[in-house]
């Protein structure tokens, strides 16, 4: 009784196959490449795996029995999805498969959306079936994530204290200080570092761990990690601070904010492309990567 499919098993379906394709043992040798009797003997082997006869062979030729006729139907079927399933397994092995979730800092300039953007359809033209989601968080909330296995990618501005995470240079991000049209600063034809000293600046509790600020509040009333609510907090007259200069170049041009000391206080800030070094990246996070890492190393449009 045949009760598990073995290599051998399906070496002898095939020879049967031919066998009755061919019209008989003696027909089959030229087919098969082997002797009469060699057929004869392999042929008894699978009636004895089945625990049943499939043909019927003498004086009266060759014939298949009741049996022998239903082993057949079910071989050609077997074989037939043994077909199916190699060319499908054949498309997974060139394709790439899974999902990727990738986490984006918050308010990122235009061109640096384009090329994540051009990255993606990159990927896109791959031989892929990836589910990508994107999600926009605080620097801490993607590091966090990034450490849970939420996320297998990041892009922001990372503290650089988390040596679980491998950080790869991606962009960088200009600075400059700012006050609003309602400061009395903004008025002033020149403004020194010495009145700076006591002007009351916004807080950013993560983005410069660093003291990466050259200018920095010593009379701080005001906190926000987030871009948007710097910027409320600059636009009230109340308070001066840093901004990324994208986000402040479209009130600078309705002449809302003025740059302060921008010579001897602007400052870069590195973006890095995130992922935690023990994992094991999957094909279609490293294609990824590799569309991402080629979107920005081209040239900046116009």
Not at 77 to 91: D, N, R
Not at 191 to 199: I, M, N, T
Request: net charge negative.
């Amino acid at each position: 009784m045949l009760s598990q499919v073995r290599d051998l098993d399906l070496q002898l379906l095939r020879l049967f196959t031919t066998v009755v394709e061919s019209g008989g043992f003696s027909a089959a040798q030229g087919e098969l490449g082997i002797g009469q009797s060699t057929i004869s003997t392999q042929m008894a082997k699978l009636e004895t795996r089945l625990g049943f006869r499939l043909c019927e062979r003498g004086k009266a030729g060759f014939s298949l029995t009741p049996k022998g006729e239903q082993v057949l139907l079910a071989t050609r079927k077997l074989f037939a999805a043994l077909e199916v399933f190699k060319g499908e397994a054949q498309g997974m092995a060139d394709k790439l498969l899974g999902t990727l979730s990738i986490g984006l800092s918050e308010a990122l300039d235009d061109q640096v959306l384009a090329r994540v953007g051009a990255a993606i359809g990159r990927f896109r033209q791959r031989n892929q079936a990836v589910q990508i989601e994107l999600l926009s968080a605080m620097p801490a909330e993607l590091e966090r994530r990034l450490l849970q296995d939420q996320l297998q990618l990041a892009i922001g501005y990372f503290s650089g204290t988390q040596a679980a995470l491998d950080l790869q240079p991606l962009f960088v991000e200009e600075q400059a200080l700012y006050c609003a049209a309602s400061h009395p600063l903004f008025g002033q034809t020149e403004v020194s570092r010495e009145q700076l000293q006591g002007e009351d600046g916004v807080h950013h509790p993560y983005r410069f761990t660093r003291a990466d600020e050259p200018w920095q509040s010593a009379n701080s009333s005001a906190r926000s990690e987030q871009v948007e609510g710097t910027l409320a907090f600059i636009l009230s007259g109340a308070h001066i601070g840093y901004l990324p200069r994208h986000i402040a170049a479209p009130w600078e041009a309705r002449g809302q904010l003025r740059a302060l000391l921008a010579e001897r206080l602007d400052f870069s800030v590195q973006f890095h492309l995130a992922s935690h070094r023990g994992r094991q990246p999957s094909e279609a996070q490293q294609a990824f990567v590799a569309d991402l890492l080629g979107a920005f190393a081209q040239s900046p449009g116009p």
